[in-house]
Every structure is written in structure tokens, then in C-alpha cells.
């Protein structure tokens, strides 16, 4: 199946002044577009698309994408000047296709909460525009392989611990 496109209302959260606004948005896997609401396993690659609104000129845009678990902690966080990736500015009257390609890594069972962002600047100087906090849930579900999880958010696969004796 493909993903499907989910509006995005008041009731997700919506932080800006109703210049630039996040129409829609939609979050599946990358291999198959099959819908990332729910894992069953992590480091999954993934793809948020979002349709974005610009009734203004975006000049420099500043787009992040990021997972906050249920106490609100950014989890995974990142935007295009993160990545050294200047956008091309967003023209008023525009519908803009955002598209974020990532990783989820293996988290710990439970809820998140995916985030977006549209701000006009750089990182620590810019104009917060349009930030969509719940754009939508999802669930990373328990398994036997995460039975055994410490008290952590995100699994470091391959990690490897020794001990050598040395008399």
C-alpha cells in the first residue's frame, strides 16, 4: 500500500502566523512506500513528504524534520543547514513539496510524536514560520529482541562490549 496523505489541522499542534502553512503530510518506508506508523523492528529508512503553503516569500528556507518521544525530548532532530543543503528560496503562492529521507533508528518500545518545521534564516537567526509539533504518532512496538532494552531511546546496533583478563 501507499502511504496516504494526512491533513494537518489545528488539533496537530501548529506553531506560526498562517503565512506559510503545512497543508499535509505523509511518512513510509522508503523500500516499498508502504505507510511508518508502526515498527516492528528499527533502523528502518524512511521518507516524510510534506505539501507546503507559501502565501509570503521564503527566502531562506530552513526546513527540519524531527521524533520526540512521550516526554516531549527530541529523539532525532535535524535540518537542511545541519546537512549543508541550501533550498532554493519558496515563492509566494507556491505549493512546495518537502521531502525528508532518514534512518529511523531501533527505538525503544513506545509512542512518538513526528515534528516538522518551515523557519526563513539560519540556525539561531531565523523566523519561525510555520512548526507542526504532532504531525503525526508513531509506535515502535515490543518484540522478544527488544524485551532486554535498558532504560534508552534509541539501540546502538552492532555495539560490541568485551572483557580480558590481564593477569
Known amino acids: 500500500d501507499t502511504a496516504s496523505w494526512v491533513p494537518i489541522t489545528a488539533a496537530n499542534n501548529v506553531a506560526g502566523d498562517a503565512r506559510v502553512v503545512v497543508e499535509r503530510v505523509r511518512f513510509f518506508r522508503a523500500m516499498d512506500h508502504a505507510p511508518a506508523a508502526v ?8 521518507v516524510l513528504e510534506a505539501e507546503v503553503r507559501c502565501r509570503r516569500l521564503v527566502q531562506q528556507p530552513l526546513v527540519a524534520a524531527g521524533i520526540f ?3 516531549n525530548e527530541p529523539v532525532i532532530h535535524f535540518n ?3 546537512l549543508g543543503i541550501v533550498l532554493e528560496p519558496m515563492q509566494e503562492g507556491s505549493l512546495t513539496r518537502l521531502r525528508f529521507s532518514f534512518r529511523v533508528p531501533s527505538l525503544q518500545p513506545g509512542h512518538y510524536l513526528l515534528a516538522i518545521g518551515i523557519d526563513d534564516g539560519i ?17 515502535r512496538l515490543a518484540s522478544d529482541r527488544t524485551r532486554h532494552l535498558q532504560a534508552v531511546y534509541i539501540e546502538i546496533p552492532g555495539a560490541m562490549i568485551g572483557a580480558e583478563r590481564m593477569d
Open 39 to 46: 515498527f516492528e523492528e528499527g533502523d528502518v529508512e524512511v
Open 69 to 71: 518521544n512521550a516526554r
Open 80 to 82: 537542511n543547514a545541519n
Open 123 to 139: 540556525p539561531g537567526a531565523s523566523e519561525v514560520l510555520c512548526h507542526v509539533y504532532d504531525a503525526l504518532e508513531i509506535r
